[in-house]
């Protein structure tokens, strides 16, 4: 427990003493890389090599039936174009929604598109309802378009 306060210690000293020589912003991104960075070596220090498996399952067969395309051609439109307009409009409405300028406003649109993206995206996918997903989703965006009338960014 001693080393781990002490190691957590001077990695916090360590990010001060960048920030002072870098500015603030190299400072904050070397100080949150550096423990993603120093694991590294002990990774490859510590690394064995398995023997094959006895048993390797076949790989599956590609399958280019109409159907099998078919879907899979709507998931990705529906994943790539749908999921991303209804992530772009609900961002949109919580980011009008803030209090803060429009840089500040611009600034948590895009932190917040990517991730309601992909959550909208998991969802999606993990759930074996799409279509009342989809719906749900277009719903709450819908309900987001008042509030960019009413709030303009």
């Known amino acids: 427990?001693?080393?781990?306060?002490?190691?957590?210690?001077?990695?916090?000293?360590?990010?001060?003493?960048?920030?002072?020589?870098?500015?603030w912003e190299f400072g904050v991104l070397i100080t949150l890389c550096l423990p993603g960075i120093l694991?590294?070596?002990?990774?490859?220090?510590?690394?064995?090599?398995?023997?094959?498996?006895?048993?390797?399952?076949?790989?599956?067969?590609?399958?280019f039936s109409r159907a099998n395309v078919l879907q899979n051609g709507a998931t990705y439109t529906v994943v790539l174009f749908a999921f991303f307009i209804i992530a772009l409009f609900i961002t949109l409405g919580i980011s009008a929604l803030t209090p803060f300028s429009t840089a500040g406003k611009m600034g948590i649109g895009i932190i917040l598109l990517p991730v309601l993206w992909g959550l909208c995206v998991y969802h999606?996918?993990?759930?074996?309802?799409?279509?009342?997903?989809?719906?749900?989703?277009?719903?709450i965006a819908g309900l987001c378009l008042p509030i960019l009338v009413l709030f303009p960014l």
């Open 1 to 23: 427990m001693a080393l781990f306060v002490v190691g957590l210690l001077l990695w916090l000293i360590s990010g001060v003493v960048f920030s002072f020589a870098q500015g």
């Open 39 to 63: 694991v590294w070596p002990f990774v490859l220090a510590n690394q064995i090599v398995l023997p094959k498996p006895k048993n390797s399952p076949e790989p599956r067969a590609l399958d």
């Open 124 to 139: 999606y996918l993990a759930t074996s309802s799409k279509i009342k997903i989809l719906a749900a989703y277009s719903v």
